[in-house]
């Protein structure tokens, strides 16, 4: 094992240090590029979406359009179609041709993470302080989206306003919900073993009928 160390520390060494220049801007310009296609694939997308030229190419639609020729589903596509959209209108400066040149990659805004400060801005339930600090995770330090989702949903239950009558309801609903699954399965166990008389079966179901019924027009 030492020696193997060994050799591997004097092939480095002898390593020629403009190859490996060369090597370590070709992996940067390809992580740029790797991470600033969904960009250029939405924006052709969102074109052709907008203008319906898929009807020109001879497909009825455009999820036979993407699922056929470019072999994307089509939530998938009309998820890029709606983050272009999103981009255009709320953060142009990514349309500039020197936005992601000027960017290391580790900081450049990744797509899922941007479809989920897209979702972010339409809610209700955040101040303009909470969507600007998640902005500024995205399109700044190039956050993923995972990390910004969970962030997103924190922020969200901290905002939410809760209503106390409601909140009761919702208590409410779900104790009976569980006594229906019980009766339910007292019913189903009665008459399969035959624990006790028919009409306390009956009674049963008819109690089951009625509060069921009681939760469906609640």
């Not at 089509?74 to 349309?95: G, N, R, S, W």
Request: charged content about 35%; some cysteine.
């Amino acid at each position: 094992m030492a020696l193997e160390h060994e050799e591997r520390a004097i092939a480095l060494k002898q390593f020629d240090n403009l190859n490996s220049k060369e090597m370590r801007a070709l992996v940067l310009e390809g992580a740029k590029d790797f991470k600033a296609c969904w960009l250029k694939l939405s924006q052709a997308l969102y074109v052709v979406h907008r203008d319906k030229l898929y009807e020109y190419w001879g497909y009825d639609n455009f999820e036979n359009y993407v699922e056929r020729e470019v072999g994307i589903k089509k939530p998938m596509a009309i998820k890029l179609v709606k983050t272009y959209a999103f981009v255009e209108q709320q953060e142009p400066q990514c349309l500039h041709a020197n936005f992601f040149e000027e960017r290391e990659p580790s900081v450049m805004p990744e797509f899922e993470a941007v479809n989920v400060l897209r979702q972010a801005r339409n809610n209700k339930d955040l101040t303009k302080d909470d969507y600007l600090e998640l902005r500024k995770g995205v399109m700044d330090s190039g956050k993923g989206a995972a990390i910004v989702r969970k962030e997103l949903t924190a922020l969200i239950k901290q905002r939410k306003h809760v209503d106390p009558d409601e909140e009761r309801q919702k208590r409410h609903t779900a104790t009976v919900k569980r006594f229906l699954n019980a009766i339910h399965a007292f019913k189903k166990d009665a008459e399969t073993l035959k624990l006790i008389p028919a009409k306390i079966v009956n009674k049963a179901i008819e109690l089951f009928k009625e509060l069921e019924s009681e939760l469906e027009e609640q």
